[in-house]
């Protein structure tokens, strides 16, 4: 884009002489250093106008509002971009890609995949896609809850997506809801924090293999949250999967969180939960 402006300037100025004010104005053209790019606002349109659209937002803090239509796709590229997914069943098969930077992306659909690429990104999700019980689709690998072939929902469908990629990824969760990560965690990778945000959710299924899909190699899943929110983890009897640990200070925040740890043959996860989450023990 044209990154010039036109600025002016006025300058006042009291004579010694008599007490007498001259007063200049003069514009001035100011040249916009590169990598200074103003951000833009892209809004994709609806329904079948909308359809297959591909929208590339390049360089500068860039909102993209996704149009309620399928196949959509939207890239933030460089810098810290908002990307807001279409919602609704007309928005299927959207994908957002935030490019360098950290981007938010706002998920509302179905059927999506998100990807954060380089960056510390967030990835806001208010469907009721992660409810537990209606996240159908799933291959059942895990095969623990069994549910999954009774589900009757769709809505998080087999090719849904959330990948974090490089960076301190966050996962956060607007809406009041039943999470089973169970259902849910071999369709998000790359993610360090899970954020149970505003209101009150519950995580009420996590195991070792969720936190191996869902986290990069570190294999450490921070979790915040607050009082009204709780995570159900199995600490007891002989098929116990998680070992309550010590409790420590995020040096930066102050936040305090308990360690939480699971181990199966080479493989050793950590969580960190936030002291504000009930921890529900079975
Ligand atoms: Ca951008
Ligand atoms: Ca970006
Ligand atoms: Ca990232
Ligand atoms: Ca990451």
């Not at 010694?16 to 053209?29: D, E, K, L, R, Y």
């Not at 936040?255 to 080479?266: F, H, K, L, M, N």
Request: proline content about 0%; aromatic content about 4%; glycine content about 14%.
């Amino acid at each position: 884009m044209d990154s010039d402006f036109n600025l002016n300037v006025t300058a006042t100025s009291t004579e010694s002489n008599g007490g007498v004010t001259a007063t200049t104005t003069q514009g001035v053209i100011v040249d916009v250093a590169d990598g200074v790019v103003a951000g833009d606002t892209i809004n994709m349109a609806d329904g079948k106008d909308g359809k297959d659209d591909v929208e590339k937002a390049g360089e500068g803090n860039d909102t993209i509002n996704m149009g309620n239509a399928k196949d959509q796709k939207a890239y933030g590229e460089a810098d810290d971009d908002t990307i807001n997914m279409g919602d609704g069943k007309s928005a299927k098969g959207q994908e957002a890609h935030g490019g360098d930077g950290d981007d938010t992306i706002n998920i509302d659909g179905k059927d999506f995949a998100a990807y954060g690429e380089a960056g510390d990104d967030t990835f806001n999700v208010s469907s009721n896609d992660f409810e537990a019980g209606k996240s159908g689709g799933k291959s059942g690998k895990s095969g623990k809850s069994g549910k999954d072939d009774q589900n009757e929902g769709e809505d998080f469908e087999g090719d849904s997506l959330i990948d974090g990629g490089e960076g301190l990824d966050t996962l956060t969760f607007s809406n009041e809801m039943e999470i089973d990560f169970g259902a849910i965690s071999d369709n998000i990778s790359n993610m360090e924090v899970i954020d149970l945000g505003e209101g009150a959710q519950s995580i009420t299924s996590l195991s070792l293999d969720d936190v191996l899909n869902m986290t990069d190699t570190d294999d450490i899943l921070r979790i915040d949250g607050d009082a009204s929110d709780s995570i159900d983890l199995n600490t007891t009897g002989k098929d116990a999967e998680w070992t309550l640990g010590d409790f420590k200070t995020d040096a930066e925040t102050g936040a305090t969180y308990q360690e939480v740890t699971s181990g199966e043959g080479d493989a050793t996860v950590t969580l960190e939960i936030s002291t504000d989450i009930n921890i529900t023990e079975s």
